[in-house]
């Protein structure tokens, strides 16, 4: 089943409800996938073992707070993904894992659950006829979020190689750019390392919202940055100098 539930803003979130056995199947398969993320997780997965939103939210704010101090600004990509489970491509999914060395069994019968025609179940409802699926995982699962670490995996490590100045971190499903410096070196670096990140995203099939990416720090500085990122890369991100970054304040060291 794919229960949704309304989140604060109006919108769904969708959650899966697995079976009884497909849960207990993956509580016993808990160490193989483990066993796979004590290799492979960065540091930069702030939703790993030990870490938390709260964490990477704040240390972003205290860098950015710092930044201020030193007489310097702060500026950040907080990057908002059209629903990210709904949209990953199997086949994506797949080569990324095999690249990478993730338990292929394990994949190819959590995919079977995964992709499997769903019942769809909303708070006042239940949608009579299962709904056929050819893309997107289901969120809740106990492996749901490994997948996501499969997936991204590639593509942020080689944007933190590319744009060590501002570097992607992600929980989940959200992401977060960060650069401090002058004005000047903000317009120079920010940009071209969101750009980059966004392409390397739409390369693994993942789509980014227009509306819900924001560009959060002094509004002269965000909208320069804006224009820059829509005049030479073809992005579009809307731009705010007070914005929440995982539920904890955000204000460009303001």
Same mark, same amino acid.
């Given at each position: 089943?794919?229960?949704?539930?309304?989140?604060?803003?109006g919108?769904?979130?969708?959650?899966?409800?697995?079976?009884?056995?497909?849960?207990?199947?993956?509580?016993?398969?808990?160490?193989?996938?483990?066993?796979?993320?004590?290799?492979?997780?960065? %540091?930069?997965?702030?939703?790993?073992?030990g870490?938390?939103?709260i964490?990477?939210?704040?240390?972003? =704010?205290?860098?950015? %707070?710092? =930044?201020?101090?030193?007489?310097?600004? $702060?500026?950040?990509?907080?990057?908002?993904?059209?629903?990210?489970?709904?949209?990953?491509?199997?086949?994506?999914?797949?080569?990324?894992?095999?690249?990478?060395?993730?338990?292929?069994?394990?994949?190819?019968?959590?995919?079977?659950?995964?992709?499997?025609p769903?019942?769809?179940?909303?708070?006042?409802?239940?949608?009579?006829?299962?709904?056929?699926?050819?893309?997107?995982?289901?969120?809740?699962?106990?492996? $749901?979020?490994?997948?996501?670490?499969?997936?991204?995996?590639?593509?942020?490590?080689s944007?933190?190689?590319?744009?060590? %100045?501002?570097?992607?971190?992600?929980?989940?499903?959200?992401?977060?750019?960060?650069?401090?410096?002058?004005? %000047?070196?903000?317009?120079?670096?920010?940009?071209?390392?969101?750009?980059?990140l966004?392409?390397?995203?739409?390369?693994?099939?993942?789509?980014?919202?227009?509306?819900?990416?924001?560009v959060?720090?002094?509004?002269?500085?965000?909208?320069?940055?804006?224009?820059?990122?829509?005049?030479?890369?073809?992005?579009?991100?809307?731009?705010?100098?007070?914005? $929440?970054?995982?539920?904890?304040d955000?204000?460009?060291?303001?």
């Amino acid at each position: 089943k794919l229960a949704f539930l309304t989140k604060p803003n109006g919108d769904d979130r969708s959650i899966g409800l697995g079976t009884f056995l497909f849960r207990l199947w993956q509580k016993i398969r808990a160490p193989v996938t483990r066993s796979w993320e004590e290799v492979w997780t960065q %540091e930069w997965d702030t939703a790993k073992k030990g870490s938390s939103a709260i964490k990477a939210a704040l240390r972003r =704010a205290v860098v950015s %707070e710092v =930044a201020v101090l030193k007489g310097q600004l $702060s500026a950040a990509v907080l990057w908002d993904f059209t629903p990210f489970f709904d949209t990953i491509l199997p086949q994506v999914l797949i080569q990324h894992a095999l690249e990478l060395g993730y338990p292929a069994r394990h994949l190819y019968l959590s995919l079977q659950v995964h992709l499997a025609p769903r019942v769809l179940v909303t708070e006042s409802a239940q949608h009579p006829d299962p709904v056929v699926v050819r893309n997107s995982i289901m969120a809740g699962f106990t492996d $749901s979020v490994t997948l996501t670490r499969v997936l991204l995996r590639k593509a942020i490590s080689s944007v933190r190689d590319e744009c060590p %100045e501002a570097p992607p971190e992600v929980y989940v499903d959200d992401m977060a750019q960060m650069a401090t410096g002058d004005r %000047e070196h903000l317009l120079k670096v920010l940009p071209p390392a969101a750009a980059c990140l966004h392409e390397a995203i739409s390369q693994a099939g993942g789509i980014f919202s227009s509306k819900g990416t924001i560009v959060a720090t002094n509004i002269k500085l965000a909208r320069d940055i804006a224009r820059k990122l829509a005049r030479y890369h073809g992005v579009q991100v809307k731009i705010a100098q007070n914005t $929440s970054d995982l539920g904890v304040d955000f204000a460009g060291g303001k």
